[in-house]
């Protein structure tokens, strides 16, 4: 079954899970024990705040709380909403009154930990106003959550929701070699080994970071590497960061054909495609246009705009 | 050509950044930053002139290459020597909010300051508004400490972030020039340099927020500004409601001709806070560094009050005038019955304070 709503690892990091209540990011939890990831954030439910503290102090894990993140509607008055990011969220310190989520500052290394908070400010919206770290801050903080030089470089370069109206079409652009699913991070927020953006899905650089977790996943936890594997080597239609579609089917020159879709990440965006694409079970795909087959009757398309600039590729293992 | 044509003609982008009051409601300005970044991606053997560029200017006391190197600093990870040229560039201009928020960063990667960084980032506009509120055009860690603790304890500072900070009471600093020099100034003398913006602008803006229902003209010393009653006349014609403080040390009102100018105003609200240190001229002169200010400054009073307007004498305590501090109360109570009131003003461990011997008369 593709993207059950959890996973609960029968022991190792189950208390993290149960604490946490969810297992997104679970691979990060992997990727920082195995000693690939120096630090990662998370964001908590202040409910569950003390039990997530305990259960990554079991694992020998530090933590450093920031902020409360509070998801309200960003309204046009926000002063600088042109630097949220597609987490836009109104914040306040912890210790305040609202609920929200707490960010979170998770490492091995209390240094690690005292250095990398640092940089890793979002832009939330106080007092009306978003207010955006430095750009050399995306870079390093990018270095301490373990992702390749490559690829942090080339978000340097590339990373610009005002320039690019689908910031993954230019890594996409940027690939030459087939689509390999260990580059994969389409699925970063349900089952996937990687939560960067890579700088082309061939990466190198993230093939071989990715491998040594996948190798140390399926060591601690079996059932779970099995479930990440089945959820990347999938086709998908990336419209957006954060606005994507997998389907449970092969992709065939420009047919697509499918058994179901699903949107990866609802948390964000409300999928726009989704009752039209549940409906058909083929996908024709032109230069400006995606046509929808429910078998041989067309039931919609999915057209190519300035704003939306979708396109289709498959990871799948041939 | 200057520094700044040069670096655009060379570079394809400038170092300026325009003036950015918190109260203009403008996004922050990151553009210099973002620039130098790309640049170093996209084109290392262009970065490398700009550094080049840079450190052979380094020494010259120009706020944008001083912005520049802040920024390669931090850029390279050199957060110390970044934080400080930081607080020196928020201190050439305590209004901009840009300078802040580069400050905020410069916190956030200092060793100790990590708290206050981050207190900074969610208190934005109460750093600013009680900085101006305490007259600090110095920007350094302990007057940051000061304001924080300032900020923390009024009962009037209630910050929920999720919606716009509106102060009713707002200051401008309309002059960082002054013809006092006194011991017990918040400001360091060698920081008295001209404002570098528009203030017609800067008024203007804040004068149309309506929820903004006193405004207070701080310095250095307001009545300096060659157009100080145009301003007057303008904030008064946009809006006949606002109250208006002027702070001062009410020499300008020793001269009748300045006087006269007041007429325009009668039926306004408007208020003088005149600074005055004791009863004794030699001792008023001695704190204000000043020979002849106390007469003037009488004067002043005294003229503002035949005039009819609403003074209030604030009364500042130090380590020089405490012996007679009673004496001085009691004669203006005796010889000024028609003023409005007298605040005692305790001192600020800033500034000239630190210098001279009132230290140890200062408000914790």
Same mark, same amino acid.
């Given at each position: 079954m593709l993207f059950p709503e959890k996973y609960i690892p029968n022991d190792y990091l189950r208390e993290i899970v149960l604490a946490k209540g969810n297992s997104g990011m679970l691979f990060l939890y992997h990727a920082m024990l195995a000693g690939l990831k120096p630090l990662l954030d998370e964001w908590i439910p202040p409910s569950r705040i003390k039990e997530f503290e305990k259960a990554c102090e079991k694992y020998g894990l530090y933590t450093a709380k920031e902020a409360h993140f509070l998801d309200l509607p960003f309204s046009d008055?926000?002063?600088? %909403?042109?630097?949220?990011?597609?987490?836009k969220c109104f914040g306040a310190p912890v210790g305040?009154?609202? %609920?929200g989520r707490i960010h979170i500052y998770i490492s091995k290394s209390e240094e690690v930990l005292d250095e990398g908070k640092?940089?890793?400010?979002y832009p939330l919206a106080i007092n009306g106003r978003c207010v955006s770290k430095p750009p050399s801050d995306h870079y390093w903080f990018g270095e301490f959550l373990g992702y390749p030089a490559c690829c942090r470089h080339f978000f340097m370069e590339h990373s610009n929701h005002q320039k690019y109206a689908n910031t993954l079409k230019v890594p996409f652009e940027n690939t030459k070699a087939p689509p390999h699913f260990l580059c994969n991070s389409l699925t970063k927020d349900s089952?996937?080994?990687?939560y960067h953006i890579p700088?082309?899905?061939?990466c190198k650089n993230t093939i071989k970071h990715t491998s040594k977790l996948q190798k140390f996943i399926y060591r601690k936890d079996p059932e779970y590497g099995r479930l990440i594997d089945a959820h990347l080597n999938l086709p998908f239609l990336v419209c957006r960061e954060r606005d994507i579609y997998a389907f449970d089917g092969t992709l065939d020159g420009n047919t697509l054909t499918y058994k179901n879709c699903f949107f990866v990440d609802d948390y964000l965006y409300q999928p726009k495609y989704l009752d039209l694409l549940k409906k058909g079970n083929r996908v024709v795909i032109e230069e400006k246009e995606a046509k929808v087959y429910s078998n041989q009757r067309k039931i919609g398309s999915i057209q190519k705009t300035s704003s939306e600039d979708w396109f289709f590729i498959s990871f799948e293992d041939r | 050509m200057s520094i700044e044509e040069d670096f655009r003609r060379k570079f394809?982008?400038?170092l300026e950044r325009p003036f950015n009051d918190y109260s203009y409601d403008r996004a922050q300005d990151g553009g210099l930053s973002y620039s130098l970044n790309l640049m170093r991606e996209t084109n290392p053997k262009k970065f490398k002139r700009i550094r080049e560029f840079a450190s052979k200017h380094r020494?010259?006391?120009?706020e944008h290459l001083m912005l520049l190197n802040a920024h390669l600093l931090y850029m390279d990870k050199k957060y110390d020597r970044a934080l400080k040229l930081f607080l020196a560039i928020a201190s050439k201009?305590?209004?901009d909010i840009n300078r802040w928020i580069d400050l905020a960063f410069g916190l956030l990667h200092a060793k100790k300051y990590y708290a206050l960084g981050l207190d900074l980032l969610f208190n934005l506009y109460g750093y600013i508004h009680y900085c101006l509120k305490l007259n600090l055009q110095t920007i350094n860690i302990p007057n940051l400490l000061l304001i924080q603790r300032a900020m923390k304890s009024s009962k009037d500072y209630n910050n929920k972030y999720l919606f716009p900070i509106k102060f009713e009471e707002e200051f401008l600093i309309?002059?960082?020039?002054?013809n006092n020099n006194c011991?017990?100034?918040?400001?360091?003398?060698?920081?008295r340099l001209a404002l570098d913006c528009s203030i017609r602008e800067y008024i203007e803006r804040k004068i149309?927020?309506?929820?903004?229902k006193k405004l207070v003209f701080t310095g250095?010393?307001?009545?300096?500004?060659?157009d100080f009653f145009c301003i007057l006349q303008e904030i008064f014609s946009v809006r006949p409601d606002i109250k208006l403080v002027i702070q001062t040390?009410?020499?300008?009102?020793?001269?009748p001709g300045f006087i006269h100018h007041l007429g325009e105003f009668r039926n306004k609200d408007l208020v003088f806070e005149v600074s005055l240190f004791s009863h004794k001229p030699a001792v008023h002169d001695r704190i204000a560094r000043c020979r002849g200010s106390f007469v003037q400054t009488i004067k002043g009073i005294e003229n503002l009050l035949g005039a009819g307007c609403m003074i209030v004498v604030n009364l500042g305590l130090s380590e020089l005038n405490k012996t007679n501090f009673q004496q001085t109360l009691d004669c203006l109570h005796r010889s000024y019955?028609?003023?409005?009131k007298i605040n005692i003003v305790p001192l600020l461990p800033s500034g000239n304070c630190l210098t001279f011997p009132c230290r140890r008369i200062c408000h914790k």
């Open positions: 008055r926000i002063i600088g %909403k042109e630097f949220a990011t597609t987490t305040s009154e609202y %609920k640092r940089y890793g400010w089952y996937s080994y990687i700088c082309g899905f061939d | 394809g982008f400038g020494n010259l006391d120009n201009n305590p209004l309309l002059s960082r020039e002054c011991i017990t100034c918040p400001n360091e003398t060698r920081d149309g927020k309506p929820y903004i250095g010393e307001p009545t300096i500004l060659p040390n009410g020499r300008a009102f020793f001269d019955p028609a003023l409005s």
